[in-house]
T-cell receptor, first 112, second 117 residues
């Protein structure tokens, strides 16, 4: 089925480790974003992209990197994991300004 | 800058009663407004949106929302709530005027809806 695919679904990291959260969409959407969800804080934007080769920072970008080499893929890299990055991460995509986002099912990350 | 507020952490309603989830927003230009629902351990699902036109917007699962520009509100409503409507609801705004918001949604903190039988 068409949609946004996130992998892995669950991950446990040790402090200081690095990893990449994968996100892929097959809807040819230009806009893609990464959010983190923490209790009582809603969703906070980490990084976003308005097209291949174009990325920008969101509200909470520190400790994360992104790249957008293709329209389909938008990986999120944790450079050196910290316990404060324990969260649920959502990738989302949209085809335009007036369109809503389609969300992936999320990655639950625990940093110990 | 854009922002959105959901003043209630939780809304409790009996099945069959009307349900309202409140949302207010602040943008420098004109808003695109959205409602999403999240069921436990799932991603967010789109419910409805306001872009332009009729202030009353109808969406999925019998939900509707009313855009009120003077009160900068976009409250979500359902005439008769179901137990299956129990979930976390998020309001989101995108400012259509400023170019640096083109890629961004601003989400509210979310409102937990509990519908009791």
């Amino acid at each position: 089925n068409a949609g946004v695919t996130q992998t892995p679904k669950f991950q446990v990291l040790k402090t200081g480790q690095s990893m990449t959260l994968q996100c892929a969409q097959d809807m040819n959407h230009e806009y893609m974003s990464w959010y983190r969800q923490d209790p009582g804080m809603g969703l906070r934007l980490i990084h976003y992209s308005v097209g291949a080769g174009i990325t920008d920072q969101g509200e909470v970008p520190n400790g994360y990197n992104v790249s957008r080499s293709t329209t389909e893929d938008f990986p999120l890299r944790l450079l050196s994991a910290a316990p404060s990055q324990t969260s649920v991460y959502f990738c989302a995509s949209s085809y335009g300004q007036g369109a809503g986002y389609t969300f992936g099912s999320g990655t639950r990350l625990t940093v110990v | 800058a854009q922002s959105v507020a959901q003043p209630e952490d939780q809304v409790n309603v009996a099945e069959g009663n009307p349900l309202t989830v409140k949302c207010t927003y602040s943008v420098s230009g004109n808003p695109y407004l959205f409602w999403y629902v999240q069921y436990p351990n799932r991603g967010l699902q789109f419910l409805l949106k306001y872009i332009t036109g009729d202030n009353l917007v109808k969406g999925s699962y019998g939900f509707e929302a009313e855009f009120n520009k003077s009160q900068t509100s976009f409250h979500l409503k359902k005439p008769s709530a179901l137990v299956s409507d129990s979930a976390l609801y998020f309001c989101a705004v995108r400012d259509i005027l400023t170019t640096d918001s083109w890629g961004k949604f601003q989400f509210g903190a979310g409102t937990q809806v509990v519908v009791t039988p």
